[in-house]
């Protein structure tokens, strides 16, 4: 069998060609996600790169429809590379925990072992006194490294387990107070068994 021939056989045709239009959406719009969210996030150099990768895939995935308008199957592998690639690059992107994260407590009970906590974690953060529906609360702020947002809200929950808190992302700050490497103290007022 000689490579034409395998190119117009009805296992390319059906199988490989499908599979391949699906893993090549998969991979652009998976970049193409992770652009975005770099875009949003003001990482300016490294975005191009990616968009400029990315459409080249996009190119060869279309050429491949466009020569093939008569294969359903390529359709169906086109849609599920889009959905799967946008998936794929929210995951990545969550794994890469690029950026800053504005988190903000508001707790009506005493808020002091919070605020030791987070000076602890060399965290900058301001706390103001303000009125509530039912009475004063604390309103506390401090921007994290999204990396150590998951640890840095799971000991808010065991300090305060009834804080509201919202968190936003960041794109830039000023005058900031970050630890000075990989803090791993983040576990500090985590309880064993619980």
């Known amino acids: 069998m000689d490579v034409l021939s395998f190119y117009n056989s009805d296992v390319f045709k059906w199988i490989i ?3 391949l239009i699906f893993v090549a959406r998969l991979v652009d719009v998976s ?3 992770i652009r975005i969210i770099f875009i949003s996030r003001g990482v300016k150099y490294l975005a191009p790169l990616i968009g400029f990768i990315e459409i ?3 190119l060869l995935a279309i050429g491949q429809i466009i020569q093939n308008l008569g294969n359903i199957v390529c359709y169906f592998a086109y849609a599920g590379g889009f959905a799967m690639g946008n998936l794929l690059g929210i995951l990545i992107e ?3 925990s690029i950026g800053l994260a504005m988190v903000r407590i508001i707790t009506k009970h005493d808020a002091t072992k919070l605020i030791e ?3 602890s974690m060399e965290y900058g953060m301001t706390a103001v006194d303000a009125e509530g529906v039912k009475g004063p609360v604390k309103i506390i702020f401090t921007v994290v490294k999204r990396a150590d947002l998951h640890c ?3 000991n808010i929950e065991k300090i305060h387990p009834h804080a509201f808190y919202s ?3 960041v794109r830039s700050v000023g005058e900031a107070m ?3 490497s990989r803090n791993r103290r983040l576990f500090k007022y985590v309880r064993k068994g619980k």
């Open 31 to 33: 970049l193409g996600t």
């Open 117 to 119: 906590y987070l000076k």
């Open 167 to 169: 968190v936003e992302d």
């Open 152 to 154: 840095i809200l799971e």
């Open 178 to 180: 970050f630890p000075t």
């Open 94 to 96: 969550e794994k890469l």
């Open 17 to 19: 060609l499908p599979t």
């Open 56 to 58: 080249n895939i996009w």
